[in-house]
């Protein structure tokens, strides 16, 4: 499982990062950085609750 990012779509207003700082980061230039290619079982549901709240809708889980 992995994280997509819509570019296009990405605000980079941190919502992501607060509800999972262990998959995304946000640095001092506003840009956000993915940590994890893959999404471990461990992060699943904090990813997905990212996914969900992420205001702009730019995320999705891709099972590639
Ligand atoms: S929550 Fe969505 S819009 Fe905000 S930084 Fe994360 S991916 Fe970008």
Request: proline letters at 5%.
């Amino acid at each position: 499982m992995k994280i997509v990012v819509d570019w296009d779509r990405c605000e980079a207003n941190g919502v992501c990062m607060n509800v999972a700082p262990e998959a995304f980061n946000l640095d001092d230039k506003d840009t956000l950085h993915v940590l994890t290619e893959n999404v471990t079982p461990e992060l699943r549901a904090k990813v997905e609750k990212a996914v969900r709240d992420c205001p702009r809708q730019a995320l999705s889980l891709s099972n590639d």
